[in-house]
């Protein structure tokens, strides 16, 4: 099982998450961030250090989310790896907890 980045983290990204992972597993696309399934190794690190909550494992994505796994896999096989800790986007604070943001989803 890997962990997976879930809707909350479009139009957020914070790269808290990206500094703990002791595998640099995490892609960055211009406003969302993913895990590369192949490359995760289940440590459960990132989790807690999402401010947005928006990791989970894949065996607990909450209802709706099942999607963000496919695309997690699929866009980690495209956008460049992130492996340092950057600011998180300007209006972060304000898009935290927003529903409905996958229409915002930048490929």
Same mark, same amino acid.
Do not use: T
């Given at each position: 099982m890997a962990f997976v980045v879930t809707e909350n983290c479009i139009r957020c990204k914070y790269t808290d998450c990206v500094e703990v992972c002791p595998v640099d597993c995490f892609y960055e696309g211009p406003n969302f961030?993913?895990?590369?399934?192949? %490359? @995760?190794?289940?440590?459960?690190?990132?989790?807690? %250090? @999402?401010?947005a909550e928006a990791i989970f494992s894949e065996d607990e994505l909450p209802s709706g989310q099942e999607n963000f796994i496919q695309l997690n896999a699929e866009l980690a096989e495209v956008w460049p790896n992130i492996s340092e800790q950057k600011d998180p986007l300007p209006d972060?604070?304000?898009?935290?907890?927003?529903?409905?943001?996958?229409?915002?989803?930048?490929?």
């Open positions: 961030l993913v895990i590369h399934p192949d %490359e @995760c190794i289940d440590c459960a690190l990132c989790e807690p %250090e @999402c401010p972060a604070a304000e898009w935290d907890g927003q529903e409905d943001k996958l229409q915002y989803l930048e490929k």
